[in-house]
């Protein structure tokens, strides 16, 4: 169909007026007399239609010479041959352009399919930002978290640090003054056992001049009663035994009474002792509480470190891959 109304006939008026102009009705001829308006091949068909008829009318015209017919013949040849080439032409040029626009049409499609992909990688590059910057930002709060945590603690080790100095400084003074009582006590018993070791020497010097007096006493008794030497001297021997479990009773018996007094000392000072014992257990267990207390915050402690060590580096290996991110999608 002839687009914007041309027809036949209007192709055939615009024919003859080039014709009567003395121009040559060409198909390009036609088309800028009919305002360039119709299709070349359209003007082509409908031009060859027309001449046809003229060239039938023509050959029926008796009136028409020889060379005339000749003419016309030749005219209507070169103008087969002229739409011939121009329809060829045409029609190579709408292959070729047909073929461009397959390719185009080809290209458009690749690129869309490409277009596609990439906007799919770039929703798949953009989830996965918005899912690093959340765990990001969850990383970070869990670390704030932790940090407070941290400071808390390192707060509380402090002053269970200056507890624990201050029980280890009061437990000095206690062992200072133990160590002091002590050395009081041992200086006492060595006061003790020399005042004790000089009374026996008084009492062995006693002795002796006692032995020599009965000595003494002895020979004149014997001087008195030879006849009776046997039970001088069994009383001598005696006396001597009964002087000695006597010496040994005095002595028995002020060794008695030093030990007695020392052991009321030393009872008073064993109570003394056991309320300082007391006291020191307590102090122990404390400080063994506080030294437990203590390897468990270090664990805590050490835990944390851990923890914000694997997070840092989780929140470092996400950075990473964030930089990377305008490069894939790009």
Not at 49 to 75: C, F, M, N, Y
Request: zero cysteines; charged letters at 30%; aromatic letters at 0%.
């Amino acid at each position: 169909m002839a687009r914007g109304g041309i027809n036949k006939a209007l192709v055939s008026k615009a024919r003859e007026t080039l014709i009567s102009r003395g121009e040559n009705p060409s198909i390009d001829a036609i088309r800028v007399e009919l305002g360039n308006t119709g299709s070349k091949s359209t003007i082509h068909r409908y031009l060859r239609e027309i001449e046809e008829e003229a060239s039938a009318r023509l050959d029926d015209e008796a009136l028409l010479s020889q060379p005339i017919k000749e003419l016309v013949g030749r005219l209507a040849s070169a103008l087969r041959q002229e739409a011939q080439s121009l329809v060829e032409e045409h029609q190579s040029q709408v292959k070729s352009l047909t073929d461009r626009l397959q390719e185009l049409e080809n290209s458009l499609a690749n690129t869309n399919n490409t277009l596609e992909a990439k906007e799919g990688e770039l929703k798949v590059v953009l989830s996965d930002l918005d899912a690093s910057k959340a765990s990001e930002e969850s990383l970070k709060t869990s670390t704030t978290k932790a940090n407070q945590a941290n400071e808390k603690l390192q707060v509380l080790l402090a002053e269970k640090q200056a507890q624990i100095e201050s029980l280890e400084e009061k437990h000095r003074h206690n062992r200072e003054a133990m160590e002091h009582y002590r050395q009081s006590v041992k200086d006492q018993r060595e006061q003790d056992q020399r005042k004790h070791e000089h009374q026996v020497q008084q009492l062995q010097a006693e002795i002796r001049t006692l032995n020599q007096t009965l000595s003494v006493k002895q020979g004149d008794i014997t001087q008195l009663n030879k006849d009776n030497g046997r039970l001088a001297a069994e009383l001598g021997a005696t006396q001597k035994a009964v002087a000695k479990l006597e010496a040994e009773q005095h002595k028995l018996t002020t060794n008695l009474e030093l030990k007695t007094e020392e052991t009321d000392s030393l009872q008073t000072q064993l109570s003394e002792l056991k309320d300082q014992s007391g006291e020191i257990d307590k102090l122990k267990k404390l400080n063994e509480e506080l030294l437990a207390w203590k390897a468990q915050a270090s664990v805590s402690i050490g835990k944390l470190e851990t923890e914000i060590s694997i997070k840092t580096e989780m929140m470092n290996r996400l950075l990473a891959e964030k930089s990377k991110t305008p490069e894939v999608s790009g």
